[in-house]
């Protein structure tokens, strides 16, 4: 799975009007009548293809949606936010003892 953000040069908070600034910036670069390096298409495709999803909402919820249970930003720290709540709501469920 390609990281749209990554694509466009963005972090995950991105507005719609740093995406449409970002996309303008890298179709420019990328685009196969200004760049002759053998990989400007496909980085062409990959940048349209991620503004194609990022600037529509419900695309774009849908993709952070499975981007988030893909565990793409952090694996580590999402699980650590896991057993941490997990123990927490354990430990809180446990009766108290008087010492």
């Known amino acids: 799975m390609n990281d749209h953000y990554t694509a466009l040069g963005l972090g995950s908070d991105a507005s719609l009007a740093d995406i449409k600034k970002a996309f303008r910036q ?3 670069q990328f685009h196969p009548d200004r760049n002759d390096a053998a990989d400007a298409a ?3 495709r990959a940048v349209q293809e991620a503004y194609e999803v990022l600037s529509d909402d419900a695309k ?3 993709y ?3 981007r988030r249970r893909n565990l793409l ?3 580590a720290e999402t699980a650590r936010e896991i057993w941490t ?3 927490a709501a ?10």
């Open 73 to 75: 930003d952090d694996p």
């Open 90 to 99: 354990l430990l809180s469920a446990l009766p108290q003892s008087s010492t």
């Open 42 to 44: 496909a980085r062409f």
């Open 60 to 62: 774009r919820q849908a």
């Open 26 to 28: 890298k179709a420019s």
């Open 64 to 66: 952070d949606d499975n």
């Open 85 to 87: 709540g997990y123990f």
